[in-house]
């Protein structure tokens, strides 16, 4: 268990709705960063929030948004759903941003999007 | 921005046999390369990482070596078995502030 929560685990929606996926980074934790996995793909980075403020943007579309909230979970809205949006969206979060550096990144479960 | 470049994309091993996977980055900026195991359905897993400013890492049956001037790393398992199959991912930051990921390889361990 990394200590990243991800709800729901599971959805599956209607093309053109609109979805809430909700993350707890772990303990501690001031970054948050989504990723999207589609079946039999990488890992796509989508955003990074960092206690609060969005710090790096990836290939997110503009369909999409995410937030920070000031006790540090995160959520990531996706509207207008299209076929192609089903996929896995990962959280992860880190004790800070992760740089040159580095630091490390734990990844949640996952929540899994089939958009019908 | 960062480019990371992984292979293979599937690697079959026997069991017992060692798997070696690569990874080439371009962003010189870089110093951290984390290697992460995914089993199906379950989320990334962190095994094992290097910083640069060491050239080998390892931990039981996992090492990771890194040449920062050629700006390659690899994942080197040995006496492979049944459970280290999984698709496994390497990454580097980069100087952009995010952590880029290779496409991943997927190993299957033969019994």
């Known amino acids: 268990d990394s200590g990243v929560t991800q709800t729901p685990k599971h959805l599956i929606t209607a093309t053109g709705q609109r979805v809430t996926l909700r993350c707890s980074p772990r303990?501690?934790?001031?970054?948050v960063y989504w990723y999207q996995q589609s079946l039999d793909q990488g890992l796509q980075f989508l955003i990074q929030?960092?206690?609060?403020?969005?710090?790096a943007k990836g290939n997110i579309l503009e369909r999409f948004s995410a937030q920070q909230f000031p006790d540090l979970h995160s959520e990531l809205n996706l509207s207008s759903l299209e076929l192609g949006d089903s996929a896995l969206y990962f959280c992860?979060?880190?004790?800070?941003?992760?740089?040159?550096?580095?630091?490390?990144?734990?990844f949640g479960e996952g929540s899994w999007l089939t958009v019908v | 921005g960062e480019n990371v470049e992984q292979h293979p994309s599937t690697l079959s091993v026997q069991e017992g046999d060692s798997a070696v996977i690569k990874c080439t980055y371009s962003?010189?900026?870089?110093?951290?390369f984390p290697w992460y195991k995914q089993e199906l359905g379950k989320g990334p897993q962190l095994i094992i990482d290097?910083?640069?400013?060491?050239g080998e890492k390892k931990d039981q049956r996992i090492a990771v070596t890194l040449n920062k001037t050629a700006k390659h790393f690899s994942l080197h398992i040995t006496e492979t078995q049944p459970e280290d199959s999984a698709v496994y991912f390497c990454?580097?930051?980069?100087?952009?502030?995010?952590?880029?990921f290779g496409t991943g390889t997927r190993l299957t361990i033969i019994p």
């Open positions: 290097i910083r640069s400013n060491v």
């Open positions: 992860a979060s880190s004790v800070e941003w992760a740089g040159p550096t580095g630091n490390t990144i734990y």
């Open positions: 929030y960092y206690n609060g403020e969005e710090r």
């Open positions: 990454a580097a930051p980069g100087s952009n502030e995010k952590l880029t």
């Open positions: 962003d010189s900026a870089s110093n951290y």
């Open positions: 303990s501690g934790d001031l970054s």
